[in-house]
């Protein structure tokens, strides 16, 4: 079986982590999911009945005798249902699918997986594996040998993992421990831009329109939005930073753990992508500045609409979105680390700013290694990203319920399309 060396971009939400997931797709070396992988989430210290990026993770011990690989790989044993109820459509556990793709959010891509053959090649070859690694491997090779009869799969040296909650992955040292010569990646975009994207895409939510570009919501609405919990979303980017400043105390800086800045990948893409492929031990090529999907052009996941290429233009709508006492607020929380963080240097060497500036540093210092309190820390601090605070109804709240009915009513020829046209029709679940 293949022996693959993992490349994990191990960020948060709304932080850049798919851009370079998609960079990767068509170097010569790296092969990419078209969707975001992680490890299972931990739920055995609270039983978390939501869903949201954060969720703390943990890679198992993996013995075929006592563990069903399906479950350890938090992958289903039967081919997924496509949910095609108004509200209730989810992510696809798998990606692909025929003509569909999970990141391919504007725009329509030619594709096919072979689920069957996907599920055959596990449970043949699940009782050869030693460890957690070697499944992981035989995960990698079914996976890619099963979507479009492994067309994009070339005997690549590395392979691209993302999540966008993988930098609250519980057990860091078993990753690189037991997954041979791995890397991990985090992004870390600016904190108004997280800000800000996190308010579009909650505000979104509310009015109905949700994740396609059409039909629009004006800024106008999502500025004047604020049922949201501000400050946690500030306080949860603050935390994220602070996580990756111990792991590179942890796991050195530029060897295992390397952290780099979205906005200066964005601003110069060739210098941060040259310096990114020495880091990682990989040739660089200009395919590393031209993100694809399955060797496609891609045109992102943003909420502001689809993009070619590598745009640095997203931070022009910021102001368009936010307020400017939300902005003033986002500043006096955040400038203690962002004075000494926004820097053009092309990766991030944490250890070089003051523990000071970091959000809970001591607490996360001291609970690093304690699994059990910062698994539950972690938890905590992201679960008030979607709370929505509590008071008189807003006037807004009117245009809401009828914006959202003029949304469904533009959806239902998408829905019927979705529910009677297997091979056509997008989903809608963000």
Same mark, same amino acid.
């Given at each position: 079986?293949?022996?693959?060396?993992?490349?994990?971009?191990?960020?948060?939400?709304?932080?850049?982590?798919?851009?370079?997931?998609?960079?990767?797709?068509?170097?010569?070396?790296?092969?990419?999911?078209?969707?975001?992988? %992680?490890?299972?989430?931990?739920?055995?210290?609270?039983?978390?009945?939501?869903?949201?990026? %954060?969720?703390?993770?943990?890679?198992?011990?993996?013995?075929?005798?006592?563990?069903?690989?399906?479950?350890?790989?938090?992958?289903?044993?039967?081919?997924?249902?496509?949910?095609?109820?108004?509200?209730?459509?989810?992510?696809?556990?798998?990606?692909?699918?025929?003509?569909?793709?999970?990141?391919?959010?504007?725009?329509?891509?030619?594709?096919?997986?072979?689920?069957?053959?996907?599920?055959?090649?596990?449970?043949?070859?699940?009782?050869?594996?030693?460890?957690?690694?070697?499944?992981?491997?035989?995960?990698?090779?079914?996976?890619?040998?099963?979507?479009?009869?492994?067309?994009?799969? $070339?005997?690549?040296?590395?392979?691209?993992?993302?999540?966008?909650?993988?930098?609250?992955?519980?057990?860091?040292?078993?990753?690189?421990?037991?997954?041979?010569?791995?890397?991990?990646?985090?992004?870390?975009?600016?904190?108004? %831009?997280?800000?800000?994207?996190?308010?579009?895409?909650?505000?979104?939510?509310?009015?109905?329109?949700?994740?396609?570009?059409?039909?629009?919501?004006?800024?106008?609405? *999502?500025?004047?939005?604020?049922?949201?919990?501000?400050?946690?979303?500030?306080?949860?980017?603050?935390?994220?930073?602070?996580?990756?400043?111990?792991?590179?105390?942890?796991?050195?800086?530029?060897?295992?753990?390397?952290?780099?800045?979205?906005?200066?990948?964005?601003?110069?893409?060739?210098? *941060?992508?040259?310096?990114?492929?020495?880091?990682?031990?990989?040739?660089?090529?200009?395919?590393?500045?031209?993100?694809?999907?399955?060797?496609?052009?891609?045109?992102?996941?943003?909420?502001?609409?689809?993009?070619?290429?590598?745009?640095?233009?997203?931070?022009?709508?910021?102001?368009?979105?936010?307020?400017?006492?939300?902005?003033?607020?986002?500043?006096?929380?955040?400038?203690?680390?962002?004075?000494?963080?926004?820097?053009?240097?092309? *990766?991030?060497?944490?250890?070089?700013?003051?523990?000071?500036?970091?959000?809970?540093?001591?607490?996360?210092?001291?609970?690093?290694?304690?699994?059990?309190?910062?698994?539950?820390?972690?938890?905590?601090?992201?679960?008030?990203? $979607?709370?929505?605070?509590?008071?008189?109804?807003?006037?807004?709240?009117?245009?809401?319920?009828?914006?959202?009915?003029?949304?469904?009513?533009?959806?239902?020829?998408?829905?019927?399309?979705?529910?009677?046209?297997?091979?056509?029709?997008?989903?809608?679940?963000?």
């Amino acid at each position: 079986m293949k022996k693959f060396k993992t490349i994990f971009i191990a960020g948060i939400n709304r932080s850049g982590g798919s851009l370079l997931a998609r960079l990767f797709d068509s170097h010569t070396n790296t092969i990419s999911y078209p969707i975001e992988l %992680g490890f299972p989430e931990i739920n055995n210290y609270y039983n978390i009945t939501d869903n949201y990026a %954060g969720i703390p993770q943990t890679i198992s011990d993996y013995d075929y005798k006592e563990n069903n690989p399906f479950k350890i790989l938090g992958i289903p044993e039967h081919k997924p249902k496509v949910s095609t109820t108004w509200g209730k459509e989810r992510s696809d556990p798998i990606g692909v699918r025929e003509n569909y793709l999970e990141k391919v959010f504007y725009g329509n891509i030619k594709t096919n997986f072979d689920f069957e053959g996907f599920k055959s090649l596990i449970v043949n070859n699940a009782s050869k594996c030693k460890n957690i690694y070697d499944l992981y491997n035989l995960r990698h090779h079914a996976y890619f040998k099963s979507w479009d009869h492994g067309k994009i799969y $070339r005997n690549q040296e590395y392979i691209i993992m993302h999540s966008s909650g993988g930098i609250y992955l519980s057990n860091f040292d078993k990753y690189f421990t037991d997954f041979i010569d791995s890397k991990a990646v985090f992004p870390i975009r600016n904190v108004i %831009g997280f800000v800000a994207a996190e308010k579009t895409r909650l505000a979104r939510r509310y009015y109905g329109s949700r994740r396609f570009a059409w039909p629009r919501l004006p800024n106008i609405f *999502v500025k004047n939005f604020h049922s949201y919990d501000l400050d946690g979303q500030i306080k949860s980017w603050l935390s994220a930073i602070t996580r990756a400043r111990l792991l590179q105390e942890e796991y050195a800086t530029q060897d295992n753990f390397i952290v780099y800045r979205h906005d200066i990948l964005t601003k110069k893409p060739e210098e *941060v992508m040259r310096k990114l492929s020495s880091c990682l031990n990989i040739d660089y090529e200009e395919t590393l500045i031209k993100p694809t999907i399955a060797g496609e052009n891609w045109l992102g996941n943003s909420h502001y609409g689809p993009t070619k290429g590598i745009s640095n233009n997203i931070k022009d709508n910021y102001n368009k979105v936010l307020s400017t006492s939300e902005i003033g607020k986002i500043k006096d929380l955040s400038s203690k680390l962002t004075e000494k963080l926004y820097t053009d240097d092309e *990766v991030v060497d944490l250890c070089k700013i003051s523990e000071s500036c970091f959000y809970d540093y001591k607490y996360q210092k001291r609970y690093f290694k304690d699994k059990d309190k910062i698994v539950l820390y972690s938890a905590l601090i992201n679960s008030s990203k $979607r709370k929505m605070t509590v008071s008189t109804a807003p006037i807004y709240s009117i245009f809401a319920l009828l914006y959202s009915i003029f949304v469904r009513a533009v959806h239902i020829p998408r829905m019927i399309k979705l529910k009677y046209f297997k091979k056509t029709g997008k989903q809608n679940y963000t």
